[in-house]
């Protein structure tokens, strides 16, 4: 490592963590010799980058330099690998064993057995899912007397039993929540095979998004609309202005949720379709979806089947997901 690079990690450890700017004032190099030093840092595991342009800073990486080695079976590494994702208190997204690894480690849990437990627990969720979807129709019947949609699925649950949130429900969650447009992409990208399929399986021949309740900068159905950009007509679901906005989150009764849909959102379009896709973003009761598809099928809108898809969805009850 060179003199230039050893000063630049003593300067950072004793800041704590420090701007470019208050690199390039120390040291008086150029900005650009600078930024190299510091991408060969990042690069090197030596010191970590935080937030984004214009407001970046760099801190000490503090992790050790031995790799521990878990005694885990190769299946489970790989089970671990492609399924599990944390995004942390400070945002930073951990893939797969790391990941795993930094929750044992907070949770202070035996990496080994946890690990066994999790692909047990896993493969449990996983006998629901069929082509990377959900059926969740059963629940839909159950759950209202009146129903609209013919199908319902999921792309993935929001949680699990003691390891919570999925890669799925943490990606929805703080995509939301942090308005964050690469994380709406994310999302978009691991759903559009799913859509395509029922697409495909359905004969779908129009497509309509929940609109959103709450009011954001960025909007994830909007980002999701045009990330996909479905080769299929679009209906025209709007969302009432209330007096108050109430949003289906806030809700814990069944019943309520019924009503805050049927009178908030409203289907304004004239055409007819034969088969059509609802696509909202979580699901719990599933009532914004059915009462929407209930008014369709009023309006005469639509000739064949509704089909609906939410890219997560509760296990059993639907207040799980209230957060989002």
């Known amino acids: ?57 760099y801190s000490i990486k503090v992790t050790s330099r031995i790799k521990p080695v878990f005694k885990i079976t190769p299946e489970t590494e790989k089970t671990i690998n492609e399924n599990y994702l944390i995004i942390t208190p400070a945002g930073e997204v951990k893939n797969g064993l790391e990941g795993f690894a930094y929750w044992c480690e907070r949770n202070n849990l035996p990496l080994e057995k946890t690990a066994e437990e999790y692909v047990k627990t896993l493969a449990k969720y996983n006998v629901w899912k069929k082509d990377g979807l959900i059926d969740s129709t059963e629940k839909i019947k159950t759950s209202f007397d009146k129903v609209g949609l013919d199908k319902m699925y999921y792309c993935d649950f929001y949680s699990i039993e003691r390891f919570g949130k999925t890669k799925m429900g943490q990606f929805l969650l703080y995509a939301k929540q942090s308005q964050d447009r690469k994380l709406m992409k994310k999302i978009s990208d691991e759903v559009r095979t799913s859509i395509l399929g029922l697409i495909e399986k359905y004969k779908i021949d129009a497509v309509g998004f929940i609109p959103p309740t709450v009011k954001r900068e960025v909007q994830l159905m909007k980002e999701l609309r045009i990330s996909l950009a479905l080769p299929l007509r679009e209906m025209s679901i709007v969302k009432a202005r209330t007096e108050i906005v109430v949003p289906q989150k806030t ?12 009178k908030s959102i409203f289907v304004t379009d004239n055409n007819i379709s034969k088969n059509i896709l609802l696509i909202d973003d979580a699901v719990g009761s599933g009532a914004t979806l059915n009462e929407t598809a209930l008014q369709i099928k009023r309006l005469g809108l639509c000739s064949g089947k509704i089909i609906g898809l939410a890219i997560t969805g509760s296990f059993k009850g639907f207040d799980v997901i209230s957060e989002v």
């Open 1 to 57: 490592m060179s003199d230039i690079k050893k000063n630049i990690i003593n300067f950072i450890n004793n800041k704590g963590s420090v701007s470019v700017k208050n690199i390039i004032d120390t040291f008086g190099l150029s900005r650009q010799a600078i930024q190299k030093h510091l991408s060969e840092l990042v690069e090197a595991g030596e010191i970590e980058k935080i937030g984004r342009t214009p407001r970046v800073y």
């Open 251 to 262: 809700l814990n009764k069944i019943e309520d949720r019924m009503e805050n849909a049927r």
